[in-house]
């Protein structure tokens, strides 16, 4: 990355750092949102990161956007950055106009399209009741959607992030466009690539509070960190950091270079046993303290465990790549040895 | 001392069984409670604690004379196990019925049994467990709550955490230290006391756990008196005391299947989908789960037999292992069966999930963490 | 168990710690066996313990005979005994006379029999080369055979035990009956209950040389039992050992009241867990000296890493609990509490 | 601490990743070897060492002027890779091109380099490493084996252990002790040695692996005369390049690639048979795999872009995690396709699992254990 992203880069942190404490992720509890840390970013030219300027956004790549979405997950900022970003890249994917208000996206099949105008019910539609746009796939036409014109429930997942119903009653189509299977396929490894992001940040910060807590924490007379199975735990979380953000800067290396896209399979299925690491190893070693609401953990721990079943899932990935072994009579070594560095298109 | 007693139920054990599995089933029908994971935690009903103790189901080990039924530790094995593979809501009476019982039988004093025994048996009286301290986490040892001798009792001061259900609760057996802390001798001088929760200078202040619900308190204790005759055991004694009471807790079916609703409804999605592939894989848990329970029951006979010496190493390995297992579950369980967990979920499957994965990270820490528990084991098995 | 039978068991596992030493498990390597012991065995009568007295046996019961093969299995006794005494029991099964002689047997299938002649080959068989007489299934009949008929071609599994090719042409039934379905699946569940006694009796020497060494090694100055991580270790093995230890008790349980047989299936599936775990563990615990052919450990782990690839399988297992959850309505709950202490015939 | 360089191979690096792999596949159907796993312990093949070395491929990063080619780390990196993944006989020469040629690289003397290096590189001058001692296990400074000096030189006496290969090697620097044990500085007054393994008073005796192969040795030192020209770096600075040595081999590829023969087989074997199951199980290993690559390849730039001080952390977790990973692979593998180990089976899936498996128990304790990397990370990541 360029000193110039990481400049960004520092000034996005400093921000969220600033801005996003505990209490302010807290109130997602009582069904409200940071609607100042979004002003903030909206301020700071943030949402439009990856919309080429020409188009009235700011400038940046996907690789800068995707490091902002990982520093919204390191900071559980309560605010839809990630499903806004998204439902612009939808948009820009099918060269429609983007919007600048809170917009949200689902990729889940089920909706009709006639007439222009759209009906189904979709499940666990991220932030929607705060959002004013919806981008939605509709029969391999990406679609947007005032959500004014929408029924909402409200639901949360087990972070407490809002996930609502979103029932659709012949509502307008405000734009559309027709996307060929590889756009679609594409999306998909974007939507994961966004979720990669968020579950990095995620990741990096429980390995610094657990880091931070083990020197903190006595007991029998010594800081935790130095006992051995502390030290295991503490390594353990180290692993999963490091195996974390290494795929994550693969899969922006990726991206930004246009090679799809076997890096954000792989990177995803291994995710899995990173969120199962990272969860369990943090809490056993916050050990009581670390169960409670009033410790920051579980506002991470939270979002992993409900991340990782929302959006394409592990297991889509690993039938894609199963599939791609199937069908392709390459050597297993040339195979992973060209994932990365090299393009390989399904 | 890896070689525990195989347990044959009787005919008798197997219909006492049928007769807990009816009435909870019953009740489920009737919408007395909704089935939970890790209920003896998380599910406070006094009314059901109530309906159970008329069962004559607290306290059914107990001498008769104390409002027990003089049943045995088996039969007691088996109603617990099907209290918790129904996730019936029983955490208001639980560690009455699982330790205070026991504690009291051994160290407390005739007037003691008399008037707290039966209440208990009959779901009337709760008692929370007051072991753990700010600061003192896995070194008991650590205690700093003090009480000072005074005309007729004590004067307690300091404060307990991680108490679960103080806020239902009437009693603690709190741990406290009844002369001065000395570095060298930490296990020394500590004590037990019986306190009344509404006496006047006990505070109670819940803490709230990571998904928002209530069950773990601080309890502070300002000059708060205990009467003499509230003393459990002899004055200077409660390290071991407490230890045993620990004991009494580490290898019950509730370190298997607290989170066994998930298994029973991971395999009912899979038959429901004829997944042959799913079931095989479940198979694998249930083989762990078996596992455990063989050796739970081992120790639970072990017990009955009155062989306490041989009972430690056991124990702490049903509870390292068995918490790791209930831990797994949801992790092995979301592979198998496609999920979006929530709490408010309404299949069953997705419900559960989301109650054990919020309720795992408990599970290995609570009443002593697995690395002490393995420490434990390995200095038992080293010393014989 | 009786204090009666502990006491045979007693003098057994004395006979085997004063016989069984590493060398002499060693001579496996050298093509040859432990004819002594063998001989010793056969002297106390051990060989037909299980044989009905009236049928000139023993006459212990499959408790006995399974607890001896445990002890075989915990000093790794270079002799056929769990072979020959499973191929008597297969001509118990058939209602045929049983040998007195080293035997071995096969449950493979591939065999066929025509005019009282069987041909086909049978790979990797126990002991072949050292056997007498070969009891094999073949077509639902249980068939006595001559070795002396057969082709042998010496082979041997990762712990060189002897893994014979025996290849029969038109070789004679020296006897044969024919067997219900019901009685071929009861052969697999004995079999594989033969195997959990080995393992179990593996895994008990495993843990008892881990825990052993643990006290002797120093490092850093002190016994390595004092480190947490060894700890740690060491109570992974106390777990693993417990578990098997009850395992199989409660199998011997289920047999000997002729109570068929979940506990064989969950047994065999669980300790697919427990050799990967005893195996790793104890070698980490060990460290370098525990790799070298001159120190016990591999005797076992190597046996352990053999046999759980012979007999049924922990797959076939899992298969047949599988075929059963999918074709019976009882509730799950009823059915486990079921398999401890009461019938549950498949 | 954990952020690590990412690497897009270059078109050359690419065209020189096909050159070996042809190279090696060419050799294969040859039959000049037959791929192993775990061969750059096991496969000992000195005519392919020379092979090798006449490709210019051993030292390839080295000067040109001690015989190297003055490659990039990135280009040895792709070519250790394809070594493992081809299980090609790379033993004999491992260490020397690994260990010994970048630590004479820093600490030799010019004599030392011109003499050793070159036919290091030709493949005609194999090393031992001499850390390891009797009792001294993974506490390195416990070393006993002493030099005296004496007029021109050092007399050795005392014994190292685990030395793989040394009955085929030439040389092994020695860690010895050259000023007297001190247990309060046990660090200070360790150096290093090249010695003569056909020297006098050299004695080496096989120490057979649990298979009953040779790989591994004891080499005792009976007033071994060693001159002063070889001694390596300066006297009592030996701890310090003995722990340099050891990060050089912490994070190559050798950490995650040692059972790779059998992934490979696995796949083939999976989709042999048309089974996607199996395939997306596999696509997990392979999803581990991946994840340690980029993290071994990171160190690997980091290392070349000189920046060694970040380097610790992430190269003991390739080690740490890389080595669990190929011990993992085959208690994977065996439940996706049903496999009778045997080292000598005619199918390779069977063949590869019993070399993984037999050899499995060496990955996690060979160059440092598991354990005694946790340490190092959790410290390194507490002090930061």
Same mark, same amino acid.
């Given at each position: 990355?360029?000193?110039?992203?990481?400049?960004?880069?520092?000034?996005?942190?400093?921000?969220?750092?600033?801005?996003?404490?505990?209490?302010?992720?807290?109130?997602?509890?009582k069904g409200e949102w940071a609607k100042d840390v979004w002003k903030l970013f909206e301020d700071n030219g943030m949402i439009s990161v990856a919309v080429p300027e020409e188009k009235g956004g700011a400038g940046g790549d996907l690789e800068d956007l995707l490091n902002l979405v990982r520093l919204t997950g390191k900071y559980a900022a309560?605010?839809?950055?990630?499903?806004?970003?998204?439902?612009?890249?939808?948009?820009?994917?099918?060269?429609?106009?983007?919007?600048?208000?809170?917009?949200?996206?689902?990729?889940?099949?089920?909706?009709?399209?006639?007439?222009?105008?759209?009906?189904?019910?979709?499940?666990?539609?991220?932030?929607?009741?705060?959002?004013?746009?919806?981008? *939605?796939? &509709? %029969?391999?036409?990406?679609? /947007?959607?005032?959500? $004014?014109? #929408?029924? =909402?429930?409200?639901?949360?997942?087990?972070?407490?992030?809002?996930?609502?119903?979103?029932?659709?009653?012949?509502?307008?189509?405000?734009?559309?466009?027709?996307?060929?299977?590889?756009?679609?396929?594409?999306?998909?490894?974007?939507?994961?690539?966004?979720?990669?992001?968020?579950?990095?940040?995620?990741?990096?910060?429980?390995?610094?509070?657990?880091?931070?807590?083990?020197?903190?924490?006595?007991?029998?007379?010594?800081?935790?960190?130095?006992?051995?199975?502390?030290?295991?735990?503490?390594?353990?979380?180290?692993?999963?950091?490091?195996?974390?953000?290494?795929?994550?800067?693969?899969?922006? *290396?990726? &991206? %930004?270079?246009?090679?799809? /896209?076997?890096?954000? $399979?792989? #990177?995803? =299925?291994?995710?899995?046993?990173?969120?199962?690491?990272?969860?369990?190893?943090?809490?056993?070693?916050?050990?009581?303290?670390?169960?409670?609401?009033?410790?920051?953990?579980?506002?991470?721990?939270?979002?992993?465990?409900?991340?990782?079943?929302?959006?394409?899932?592990?297991?889509?990935?690993?039938?894609?790549?199963?599939?791609?072994?199937?069908?392709?009579?390459?050597?297993?070594?040339a195979y992973l040895t060209k994932t990365t560095g090299a393009a390989v298109k399904n | 001392m890896f070689q525990l007693p195989t347990v044959q139920f009787t005919e008798e054990q197997e219909a006492f069984r049928l007769e807990v599995r009816n009435f909870l089933q019953e009740h489920i029908k009737k919408g007395t409670f909704t089935p939970?994971?890790?209920?003896?935690?998380?599910?406070?009903?006094?009314?059901?604690?109530?309906?159970?103790?008329?069962?004559?189901?607290?306290?059914?080990?107990?001498?008769?004379?104390?409002?027990?039924?003089?049943?045995?530790?088996?039969?007691?094995?088996?109603?617990?196990?099907?209290?918790?593979?129904?996730?019936?809501?029983?955490?208001?009476?639980?560690?009455?019925?699982?330790?205070?019982?026991?504690?009291?039988?051994?160290?407390?004093?005739?007037?003691?049994?008399?008037?707290?025994?039966?209440?208990?048996?009959?779901?009337?009286?709760?008692?929370?467990?007051?072991?753990?301290e700010p600061n003192s986490g896995s070194d008991l040892a650590s205690v700093r709550t003090r009480a000072e001798k005074v005309e007729g009792g004590w004067i307690v001061n300091g404060q307990k955490i991680w108490t679960s259900n103080a806020h239902i609760c009437h009693y603690m057996i709190a741990l406290v230290r009844t002369s001065p802390?000395?570095?060298?001798?930490?296990?020394?001088?500590?004590?037990?006391?019986?306190?009344?929760?509404?006496?006047?200078?006990?505070?109670?202040?819940?803490?709230?756990?990571?998904?928002?619900?209530?069950?773990?308190?601080?309890?502070?204790?300002?000059?708060?008196?205990?009467?003499?005759?509230?003393?459990?055991?002899?004055?200077?004694?409660?390290?071991?005391?407490?230890?045993?009471?620990?004991?009494?807790?580490?290898?019950?079916?509730?370190?298997?299947?607290?989170?066994?609703?998930?298994?029973?409804?991971?395999?009912?999605?899979?038959?429901?989908?004829?997944?042959?592939?799913?079931?095989?894989?479940?198979?694998?848990?249930?083989?762990?789960?078996?596992?455990?329970?063989?050796?739970?029951?081992?120790?639970?006979?072990?017990?009955?037999?009155?062989?306490?010496?041989?009972?430690?190493?056991?124990?702490?390995?049903?509870?390292?292992?068995?918490?790791?297992?209930?831990?797994?579950?949801?992790?092995?369980?979301?592979?198998?069966?496609?999920?979006?967990?929530?709490?408010?979920?309404?299949?069953?499957?997705?419900?559960?999930?989301?109650?054990?994965?919020?309720?795992?990270?408990?599970?290995?820490?609570?009443?002593?963490?697995?690395?002490?528990?393995?420490?434990?084991?390995?200095?038992?098995?080293?010393?014989?």
């Open positions: 990355m360029s000193e110039m992203k990481e400049m960004i880069l520092d000034v996005a942190e400093r921000m969220l750092e600033d801005h996003v404490t505990k209490d302010v992720v807290d109130v997602l509890e309560p605010i839809p950055f990630a499903e806004t970003t998204f439902a612009n890249f939808l948009l820009e994917t099918g060269n429609l106009e983007t919007v600048d208000q809170v917009a949200t996206y689902s990729l889940q099949e089920g909706l009709s399209l006639q007439n222009g105008q759209i009906s189904g019910t979709l499940d666990n539609v991220p932030w929607a009741r705060h959002a004013k746009h919806l981008v *939605a796939l &509709v %029969q391999k036409q990406i679609a /947007l959607i005032d959500l $004014a014109d #929408a029924t =909402i429930q409200p639901g949360s997942n087990m972070a407490g992030e809002p996930r609502d119903t979103v029932i659709l009653n012949n509502a307008k189509v405000q734009s559309s466009s027709l996307l060929t299977d590889e756009q679609i396929f594409h999306l998909k490894s974007i939507e994961t690539a966004f979720k990669i992001a968020l579950m990095t940040g995620a990741i990096e910060k429980i390995n610094q509070l657990s880091v931070q807590y083990s020197k903190e924490r006595e007991q029998f007379g010594r800081p935790i960190h130095r006992f051995q199975l502390v030290q295991y735990q503490i390594a353990q979380l180290a692993g999963e950091t490091a195996i974390a953000l290494a795929a994550f800067n693969n899969v922006c *290396a990726a &991206v %930004q270079s246009d090679k799809v /896209l076997h890096e954000i $399979a792989f #990177a995803r =299925i291994r995710f899995e046993d990173a969120i199962t690491t990272v969860t369990a190893v943090s809490h056993q070693l916050h050990a009581a303290i670390g169960t409670t609401h009033e410790h920051a953990l579980h506002q991470y721990t939270r979002r992993l465990w409900s991340w990782r079943d929302e959006g394409t899932s592990a297991d889509y990935w690993s039938g894609h790549i199963a599939d791609y072994l199937l069908n392709h009579d390459d050597d297993l070594w | 939970k994971c890790d209920s003896w935690l998380s599910g406070v009903d006094p009314s059901f604690s109530k309906l159970i103790g008329e069962k004559g189901w607290i306290g059914m080990t107990w001498p008769k004379k104390y409002g027990g039924q003089e049943r045995s530790t088996i039969d007691r094995y088996i109603l617990t196990e099907e209290f918790l593979a129904s996730g019936a809501p029983v955490a208001a009476h639980w560690f009455a019925d699982r330790q205070t019982g026991p504690l009291l039988l051994r160290y407390g004093t005739e007037e003691q049994k008399q008037f707290f025994l039966p209440k208990i048996a009959k779901g009337e009286c709760y008692f929370a467990i007051g072991l753990s802390f000395d570095g060298k001798y930490k296990h020394a001088g500590l004590s037990q006391l019986i306190i009344d929760l509404r006496a006047e200078g006990v505070t109670i202040v819940p803490i709230k756990f990571l998904t928002g619900e209530h069950h773990f308190n601080e309890v502070f204790f300002d000059n708060v008196f205990v009467p003499d005759n509230m003393v459990v055991g002899e004055i200077g004694n409660g390290w071991e005391q407490g230890l045993a009471e620990l004991a009494f807790e580490r290898s019950g079916p509730e370190r298997i299947l607290s989170t066994y609703l998930l298994v029973d409804e991971l395999v009912q999605e899979l038959k429901r989908q004829g997944n042959k592939e799913g079931l095989k894989q479940a198979a694998k848990l249930l083989s762990r789960l078996w596992g455990l329970r063989n050796l739970s029951i081992g120790v639970a006979k072990l017990l009955e037999s009155g062989d306490a010496k041989n009972v430690a190493i056991p124990a702490s390995l049903v509870k390292a292992i068995g918490t790791k297992f209930e831990q797994s579950v949801p992790e092995v369980a979301r592979l198998l069966v496609e999920t979006y967990p929530k709490l408010d979920a309404e299949r069953k499957f997705d419900r559960y999930m989301a109650q054990s994965i919020l309720h795992s990270p408990g599970f290995t820490i609570r009443g002593g963490t697995t690395e002490i528990l393995y420490g434990m084991v390995a200095k038992g098995v080293v010393a014989k």
